[in-house]
């Protein structure tokens, strides 16, 4: 079947054959990405036999060989075919593959975890056990159970069995308190009464995990409550957003500033915005994997795999529209973490203030947080260790070497922190 490049033809009635929306989110703009890419496949191919383009570093060698065949123009109709044929299959694949997720019937696994506690509309779920507490604080933005993802994904259940009751904290959905919030208030007026349960509990400060944006928060609350955590562990915590290498969403910072300016007063920030903000980081990465998507086979476990990181990634609610602001304005574009003026509680965030032991952790790979980023704070930590998971910012937390690279060397520190202490 020859499918159309023009997004607007084919693009709708295949990939929303199944009559719902399930993600990739928003839906137009990850057609009109990928689409685009392989409609313009025919255009680059004109370029290169008129002598134009600037072409990427790594296949320069192979645009040399290539130059060299088209040097008999001869060979041209039978490459410009060649170009649209296989752009017309690229596109195939990946609307088959947005077409295949669209029609599975996945439903996430069943947990263990038990609503223990509620603040506001947000929840601290107990997986429970008889060992040590620790609460694990995922970012704002996706849903908590990233961190409880499937059997075999999950960084609670792995902590469970080594020892630990894991407590995890579910920010969403945000209720009419909550859309009022900044960053302060879901730190001191929500994850701190969830910190105050768990170490009540267990009758002593407890360890904290933060992943993503949730590790930036809990370093804030060390900072303002230390008392109550006993050793902090930080995932991919972006702290300097002035970083030698750069936040790839930094480039697009100020166009969220200026979208969150046009929103009615008071309206929360819509789940879509913020997936535009972040495909921004990578535009291409929809069409990629979901053509990766279509060879696995519905039924494969890497397919299932796939479709039950998908739905999360697509599965949201409003941000806060102050928390909003916040994360724009004083990370990303004032970087106020980094320069030491991000206000929590009414002061400053001083790392020197954070007197526990400091897991950091960050990949190289990471595209959503430069490891500069989250190192950064290391410098001025008294007691920080740091460690590279070897993986992607999501993949080093459920990912198929995620026990290895992060889940692994996370126990042995936390055992090392507690050895520490009872000596």
């Known amino acids: 079947m020859k499918v159309s490049l023009d997004p607007g033809e084919n693009a709708q009635s295949q990939a929303m054959s199944s009559g719902s929306i399930k993600g990739p989110r928003p839906m137009a703009l990850h057609l009109s990405n990928a689409l685009s890419i392989w409609r313009e496949a025919p255009a680059g191919a004109e370029r290169l036999l008129a002598g134009n383009g600037v072409w990427h570093p790594d296949i320069e060698g192979d645009m040399t060989a290539l130059r060299e065949c088209l040097a008999d123009p001869d060979n041209h109709p039978r490459f410009l075919k060649a170009v649209e044929e296989r752009a017309n299959n690229r596109a195939e694949n990946f609307l088959n593959g947005i077409n295949q997720y669209l029609q599975n019937t996945y439903t996430r696994p ?9 603040v506001g509309s947000c929840e601290l779920f107990d997986f429970g056990g008889d060992g040590q507490p620790i609460l694990l604080v995922p970012s704002l933005v996706n849903p908590h159970y990233v961190l409880d993802l499937m059997p075999g994904r999950s960084v609670a259940q792995y902590l469970r069995q080594q020892g630990y009751r894991p407590f995890l904290v579910k920010w969403f959905d945000p209720g009419e308190e909550e859309l009022t919030f900044g960053l302060s208030d879901f730190i001191l007026k929500r994850a701190k009464p969830m910190l105050e349960y768990i170490c009540k509990l267990a009758g002593r400060a407890c360890p904290v995990l933060g992943y993503c944006m949730g590790g930036t928060l809990m370093t804030g609350l060390a900072a303002r409550a230390g008392d109550l955590v006993s050793s902090l562990a930080l995932v991919a915590a972006p702290w300097d957003f002035a970083s030698e290498v750069p936040h790839a969403g930094r480039r697009y910072a100020h166009v969220m500033a200026e979208l969150l300016d046009r929103l009615p007063e008071g309206m929360p920030v819509p789940t879509d915005m913020m997936q535009v903000f972040f495909t921004s980081v990578d535009p291409t990465l929809s069409d990629r994997k979901f053509r990766r998507f279509a060879a696995l086979g519905g039924n494969s476990e890497e397919a299932q795999f796939f479709i039950a990181l998908e739905t999360w990634a697509n599965t949201g609610a409003p941000l806060a529209r102050n ?23 009414g002061k400053p965030v001083n790392l020197a203030d954070i007197r526990c032991p400091v897991w950091i952790a960050a990949p190289k790979k990471d595209r959503l947080v430069p490891q500069d ?36 060397p996370l126990i042995r520190w936390l055992k090392n922190q507690e050895a520490a202490c009872a000596a």
């Open 373 to 408: 980023s989250a190192f950064a704070m290391a410098k001025y930590l008294p007691n920080a260790t740091t460690h590279d998971p070897g993986a992607g910012h999501v993949g080093m937390m459920v990912g198929s070497r995620a026990e290895a690279g992060l889940w692994a």
């Open 323 to 345: 928390a909003a602001e916040e994360c724009i304005r004083a990370w990303y574009l004032n970087n106020e973490p980094g320069r030491g003026i991000w206000h929590v509680g």
């Open 110 to 118: 069943e947990s263990d975890a038990q609503p223990c506690l509620k």
